[in-house]
């Protein structure tokens, strides 16, 4: 940080500038307003004063003169009225002199000479007009004509040549103001060109220490810095100026850095990341190897295998029907487990065909309506349902978006399972129902079945997963493993609920359409009267117990179909939507 102090920073040398600048201008604006001070008193004195007094002194003339005229004329008339202008400019002198002692108070000149005049003009009245009045009153005009003479004329020639001194002092006095006028006039010219000068001087100033100290840095670190971004990673950058500028540089150079190592750091990532790309696309190949080799199977496994076990089957069975009862015990019993054995590995194949196809062989999505799904599943699952005197009810089930030969699938199994896993002695119930939660639809089946122990909540959804011997319960140990791919198929989940008090529930969500939800957060501002969620149903006591007032009950049927669960306990096989669906 030392290195930076050497030097006046940016601020300090602007500052600086602008602060000699300010002093300048400050003080030439103090000159310019002192001088311009004087030029206005002597303005003033021009128009105020010594104009006014060359008007007061012709005026003092003028009154003089009226007095010498009246006398004159009383002289000759002896008529008392012509001393009225004298009385008048008697009266008019003394104010004249009044004002312009007023405006002369400055001027020392023109005061003296007025003097001089208010003397003489006195002088000549003891002299001449008082006796020439006084004469002319007494002894008629002939008298007061006879004391006017050329020495008396002489002595008023003596005020007006005085009156003019007056005036020539006037016009000089006049003429110095006006100098100085002039005089101030120019100075204050001269101090307005020279504050003109300052500000261009400064401004020139600026601009070059502007371009040394400011631009000529920054665009040399901008260029520095325009190699850096054109890819020169390693390129060092240095500052010049002042030390903002220098500090600045090393900055953006430690970020230069930072960016280089990370750069760095970078490309390594990248080439680890092809590498593991490279191994990826390698282990993707062998996957696909694998999946084709895994469809090879299945295509052997639902064509090639299918025949010699129908054979085995089929002449084991004829093998039973033509000989039984003629060996022995132990020789039927033989027969009777290679029977069993041959169909429960036709049913294993097929299974796992059905397991292997979902996802795989798809018709695409479309809106669904489960309620027209369960009417399908009611007419699957009818004989096994009047075997045990089952009754299957749903309550209002959505529209979702799906393939309906998967979600008809899903929900047979769902339902199969609930009949088949029944407790003895009591009729089978199964309800399914749906609400919305959220932007989902939540659908459950409830049965008051045997029940599932939480513990085995999760292990039920694995593939050959069986809770009971084939024995107690027949089947393959696959179905809800199908149920669970199909449900993630479709974007949901499923899962056993362990609160329920009876029998088994198993629920599963799918999305909901967009415009479900919305008409749900409508009914939910809304508020329903009664205080129930939209879209939602029952699942307590209801559902353990059957199905609800708004519930669909679906008859039982006499006779039965192939394919369904038979008497002897044994898992028939239906198809839906070209699938081979098992009970399992």
């Known amino acids: 940080m030392n290195a930076y102090r050497q030097g006046w920073t940016l601020r300090r040398r602007v500052l600086a500038l602008l602060g000699v600048v300010l002093v300048l201008l400050l003080g030439l604006a103090a000159a310019e307003a002192v001088v311009a001070a004087k030029n206005r008193q002597n303005i003033d004195a021009v128009l105020v004063k010594t104009g006014p007094l060359r008007v007061q002194g012709q005026e003092l003339l003028s009154a003089l003169l009226d007095q010498e005229t009246a006398v004159r004329g009383y002289a000759v008339n002896g008529d008392r009225k012509d001393l009225a202008p004298y009385e008048a400019g008697l009266r008019r002198e003394q104010d004249t002199v009044t004002a312009m002692e007023q405006l002369a108070a400055d001027y020392p000149g023109v005061l003296r000479e007025l003097r001089v005049v208010e003397q003489r003009a006195a002088r000549w009245r003891a002299d001449v007009a008082e006796p020439v009045i006084s004469t002319t009153e007494r002894s008629g005009p002939s008298a007061g004509q006879a004391l006017i003479t050329d020495q008396t004329r002489q002595q008023f020639d003596g005020i007006r040549s005085a ?321 669970k791919k199909i449900v993630e198929y479709h974007g949901g989940r499923v899962w056993v609920d362990t609160g329920t008090e009876e029998g088994t529930a198993i629920r599963f969500t799918l999305p909901a359409l967009p415009e479900d939800v919305e008409a749900a957060k409508a009914a939910d501002g809304a508020g ?6 939209v879209g939602a149903e029952s699942t307590g006591d209801e559902d353990r117990d059957g199905a609800d007032a708004g519930d669909a009950p679906v008859g039982r049927q006499p006779g039965g179909s192939e394919g369904e669960d038979t008497p002897d306990g044994t898992a028939g096989h239906g198809t839906t939507g070209g699938m081979r669906e098992t009970v399992g």
């Open 163 to 483: 009156v003019n001194q007056l005036q020539a002092e006037i016009l000089i006095v006049g003429q110095h103001t006006a100098e100085k006028v002039t005089r101030t006039g120019n100075v204050l010219v001269v101090l307005l060109i020279i504050a003109a000068l300052v500000v261009a001087v400064a401004g020139a100033v600026m601009v070059l220490s502007l371009d040394r100290i400011l631009i000529r840095p920054l665009a040399g670190l901008v260029g520095q810095v325009r190699e850096v971004a054109a890819g020169d990673y390693e390129h060092h950058i240095s500052g010049a100026g002042p030390p903002e500028f220098r500090r600045l540089a090393d900055d953006i150079d430690g970020m230069r850095q930072k960016i280089a190592r990370e750069l760095a750091e970078v490309r390594e990532a990248r080439e680890r990341i092809e590498w593991v790309n490279s191994q990826l696309q390698k282990q993707a190949e062998e996957l696909t190897r694998s999946n084709r080799d895994l469809e090879q199977f299945a295509y052997v496994a639902s064509h090639d295998l299918q025949e010699p076990l129908r054979k085995v089957a089929s002449f084991c069975q004829l093998l039973q029907r033509r000989y039984a009862g003629q060996l022995d015990e132990r020789a039927d019993q033989y027969i009777a487990f290679a029977v069993d054995g041959a169909q429960r590995m036709q049913r294993l194949i097929n299974d796992l065909l059905a397991f292997s196809r979902i996802g795989r062989l798809t018709t695409g999505f479309t809106e669904v309506d489960l309620n027209k799904v369960m009417g399908d599943v009611a007419g699957q699952t009818e004989a096994a349902r009047q075997y045990s005197d089952a009754e299957l009810t749903w309550g209002e089930l959505p529209v979702i978006r799906g393939e309906e030969p998967l979600l008809t699938n899903l929900l047979a199994n769902l339902v199969s399972n609930s009949i088949k896993f029944r407790r003895p002695d009591v009729p089978p119930r199964v309800h399914v129902s749906a609400r919305l939660v959220g932007d989902e639809w939540e659908i459950s089946c409830q049965d008051n079945g045997i029940g599932i122990e939480p513990e085995f909540a999760d292990k039920i959804f694995v593939i050959f997963q069986r809770l009971h011997a084939k024995d107690a319960y027949p089947g393959t140990g696959i179905g809800l493993a199908i149920v």
């Open 528 to 533: 329903p009267a009664d205080g129930t969620a």
